[in-house]
């Protein structure tokens, strides 16, 4: 069981819109309906944003989305603004009732 | 809105047991709708799920931990625990105790993380 692979860090600037990868393998992601994704500012503990691939939680901004191709899932931030500089994490299921995490993408809005 | 609370010591000497309670409350340890969790972050690093332990007992490990890691619940403090033996500076991490909801599918409640340092 393998990490899932993310970029170390990502940077737009105000208004941009940014886009995380996450890739697995057909053992996680590629064989998953749940892929979610997770907001973590400093000091903070880590906030649902996407479930499922695609779903918002109720009180996310419409902002955040999540797409699934194969073994890499997605995270988009269009509009970025300032307070959306954080960590932020993908998670995939794993099969056998294991769950997988990604190392994590630090987002920088410059 | 359900809470957790991490709580335990913060220092532990390598080769012993690391223990740690997450304390549940606005919610139950009982509810069938939910797994109780816990997942680790060495510093600097990413997350890693530990492993998941249901209402019923039933748990569920990260096979890389599998060997090293008891998962408990307890419905009448509404509590559940991890203990994971035989610690090196490796296991050094914030832990963190979660929900895992949806059914299972995502992890929707987390503590604050508690720095379990290993010293050796």
């Known amino acids: 069981q393998s990490a899932l692979t993310q970029p170390a860090s990502v940077s737009g600037s105000p208004g941009q819109s940014i886009t995380i990868s996450c890739t697995g393998t057909s053992s996680d992601i590629g064989n998953s309906n749940f892929v979610s994704w997770y907001q973590q500012h400093p000091g903070e503990a880590p906030k649902l944003i996407i479930y499922?691939?695609?779903k918002r939680p109720s009180g996310v901004f419409n902002r955040f989305s999540g797409s699934k191709s194969g073994n890499t899932a997605s995270l988009t931030i269009s509009g970025l603004q300032a307070e959306d500089e954080a960590d932020y994490f993908c998670c995939s299921y794993a099969g056998r009732d294991t769950w997988v995490f990604g190392g994590g993408t630090k987002l920088t809005v410059l | 809105q359900m809470q957790l609370q991490e709580s335990g010591p913060g220092l532990v000497k390598a080769s012993e047991t690391l223990s740690l309670t997450c304390t549940v409350s606005?919610?139950?340890?009982?509810?069938?709708?939910?797994?109780w969790v816990w997942i680790r972050q060495p510093p600097g690093k990413g997350l890693e799920w530990i492993g998941s332990i249901y209402f019923s007992g039933s748990t569920y490990y990260n096979p890389s931990l599998k060997s090293r890691v008891t998962m408990s619940v307890d419905t009448s403090k509404n509590k559940f625990s991890l203990k994971l033996s035989s610690v090196t500076a490796a296991d050094t991490a914030v832990y963190s105790c979660a929900s895992l909801g949806g059914n299972p599918s995502y992890f929707d409640h987390w503590g604050q993380g508690t720095l379990v340092t290993v010293s050796s």
């Open positions: 606005g919610g139950s340890v009982s509810s069938s709708r939910y797994y």
């Open positions: 499922e691939g695609s």
